[in-house]
């Protein structure tokens, strides 16, 4: 037949081995029985007293096995062929040995076997680990790409959502429509802010804000609404040492409010044209409540409504002596008069309600002379300020 393999022959060297080493233990036991029958037989030799009849010596060598033939009469020379006997089976018996250690040697042919396979195993594994590291390459290169087209998706995600949330919010600077404030920090007569919306007719109103001041005398005017023929339709007003005033239609009433000391005041005032009837509140409270305040007086509409200054025309010649200074938000107007509750929601933060008619919204509100808008402390700090 063909040619064996490696490890074929290596194989039919290890049975051979195996063989032959059965054999050798075969043979050292046949020996070492031999020894000891022979061993036995010395001893009794040496315990026999040398007067003995050598017939006795036959006698008693007789009754065991006789494994050396004949033995000679002379007990001396008895113990010296017994004596070569062991000697030869020692070196026998050390051959043997030898020859088990030669074995024992070849024997080692396995551990080749074992060393030639562990070398496979290490090529094999050194192929995988490196086809591992290749696929761990383009997995990373795929990772970096889906990465790069996924940065690039959620880019363009979020310009679009913040496009849709500046339309949203019409463009706002803040982080809420309603979240700034309007600073008018000098006392002139071109610092204002303006609301775009106009009001409609109206046969009752409710007028809430937050305000900071601390100009003396007076704080100025907060806000103002003034329509054609009438400059003074609505306006609310600290001026001079006089206390703060509401005018209606031009008419006066006086209000028990006290708001210069330079903290976050909330101020609602309340109006219907039915006899008049006002009431002030106060962060939150009921201060004051009248009427008379121009009965029966609808609010005309069109009018032009300003923050931090006084018409005498609509929309214009503004008196520096009249002009609110300080920080003013959360300006909001309704056409109703709103329950005492509501208020007081409102100005302990525990409601949010804008303006039905104004509503306080960031491009509602513009800006003119140097008068800025700024984010705005939280209602809660607001309210830690009283």
Known sequence: GGALSPEEELKATVLQLRETVLQQKETIGSQREAIRELTGKLSRCESADGKSDTGTWKKELGRGKDTMGDLPRDPAQVIDQLSRTMQTLKDRLESLEHQLRANVSYAALPNDLREMLQRRLGDLERQLLSKVAELEDEKSLLHNETSAHRHRTETALNALLERVSELEKGNSAFKSPDEFKVSLPLRTNYLYGKVKKTLPELYAFTVCLWLRSSASPGIGTPFSYAVPGQANEIVLIEWGNNPIELLINDKVAQLPLFISDGKWHHVCIT?????GMWEAFQDGEKLGTGENLAPWHPIKPGGVLILGQEQDTVGGRFDA???????????????????????????NCSTNMPGNIIPWVDNNVDVFGGATKWPVETCEERLLDL
Do not use: C, H, P, Y
């Open 321 to 347: 002596t009249q002009a609110f200074v300080g920080e003013m938000s959360q300006f909001n107007i309704w056409d109703r008069v709103l329950k005492a509750e509501d208020i007081m929601n409102i100005a």
């Open 271 to 275: 109006w219907t044209t039915r006899d």
